[in-house]
């Protein structure tokens, strides 16, 4: 699992990249279909970020993945696999 995770420096890098990174404006002029998926105990881009960007895009589907946190793709792959199936 260590060979998984970035190490301290980039972490903390991306932690605050996430934060301050802000297109707001700019996000709705996206015009096409978007899934969404935000893990419920992530606390790099917390459900409340992600479900404002779901209301700035006008075609989203967002859906919450109880438990997870940022890694979605290592921490929930069969919630994951579902949400896509349903999206497409």
């Not at 932690?15 to 297109?23: I, N, S, T, Y």
Request: proline letters at 7%; aromatic letters at 10%.
């Amino acid at each position: 699992q260590d060979q998984l995770w970035q190490k301290d420096p980039g972490f903390f890098a991306q932690a605050r990249a996430c934060r301050k990174f802000d297109l707001s404006e700019k996000v709705r002029e996206i015009n096409v279909p978007a899934l969404l998926l935000s893990g419920e105990e992530d606390f790099m881009i917390p459900p409340s970020s992600m479900r404002k960007l779901a209301e700035d895009l006008p075609q989203s589907t967002f859906r919450t993945c109880s438990g997870g946190g940022h890694a979605l793709y290592v921490e929930r792959p069969s919630e994951i696999a579902r949400c896509l199936e349903e999206f497409f």
